[in-house]
């Protein structure tokens, strides 16, 4: 079936510094592609998405390009905030089913 | 607002008695589902629900039941709890259509401990 693999955290960031969170996927089909965000003690957020191949998707600073060559939809921001410290999920949903598949989440910290 | 509401936000319980969770919002979204949340294994589906009086189950439906008598509620019911159900429960809903156009709008979740 499909499935999301994400890098394992925690990443750990000094403020300022380049983030990137590897994401993978196996999917028959032309998923779309998600990252959702989760602030501590909160629900889900989603953070930005890609519906096709080569897209971009982007909110907030964070950038992710829906590669279907690599199977690949890595997280990206050029400058992180102490506020962005949050775990963050990669997922996909497959056709018109409503289902996310979700990676295990990437816990980020950083530090002033 | 749109929002989805979940209550309780926290529970802690015993082993076999019996618990619902309640769902429900205020986007008249036809779709709603449940995730459960563990360490190292992200969200899973448990049951979801495409309109009222249809549900059917995700990926890992045992020891739950759902109910969808109307279209803004959808409660997660647990029989007879067991402690590997301890875990962070998400409510989530969404409008039809092809998924990857579609924006889904998550509960604040419950942390529920069984004891």
């Known amino acids: 079936g499909d499935s999301v693999t994400q890098m394992e955290g925690p990443v750990t960031l000094s403020e300022e510094a380049f983030l990137t969170i590897n994401c993978t996927y196996t999917?028959?089909?032309?998923?779309?592609l998600f990252w959702y965000v989760q602030y501590p003690g909160e629900g889900l957020q989603l953070l930005l998405k890609?519906?096709?191949?080569?897209d971009k998707g982007s909110n907030k600073g964070f950038e992710a390009t829906y590669r279907k060559e690599t199977t690949s939809f890595h997280l990206e921001k050029g400058s992180v905030q102490v506020s962005d410290s949050a775990v963050y999920f990669c997922?996909?949903?497959?056709?018109?089913?409503?289902?996310?598949?979700f990676g295990t989440g990437t816990r980020l910290l950083v530090s002033p | 607002e749109a929002q989805v509401t979940q209550n309780p936000r926290y529970l802690i319980t015993v082993t076999g008695k019996k618990l619902t969770v309640t769902c429900s919002q205020n986007?008249?979204?036809?779709?709603m589902s449940w995730y459960r949340q563990d360490p190292g294994l992200g969200l899973r589906q448990i049951y979801y629900?495409?309109?009222?009086?249809?549900?059917d189950k995700g990926d890992v439906p045992e020891g739950y039941k759902v109910s969808r008598k109307e279209k803004r509620n959808f409660p997660l019911i647990l029989e007879s709890p067991s402690p590997n159900q301890t875990s962070l429960y998400f409510c989530?809903?969404?409008?039809?259509?092809?998924?990857?156009?579609?924006?889904?709008?998550f509960g604040p979740g419950t942390r529920l401990t069984v004891l």
């Open positions: 986007m008249n979204h036809e779709y």
């Open positions: 890609a519906t096709k191949a080569d």
């Open positions: 989530a809903s969404s409008s039809p259509g092809v998924g990857g156009g579609r924006k889904q709008f």
């Open positions: 629900s495409m309109n009222v009086e249809v549900t």
């Open positions: 997922a996909l949903i497959q056709g018109s089913f409503q289902k996310l598949v």
């Open positions: 999917a028959t089909g032309y998923p779309s």
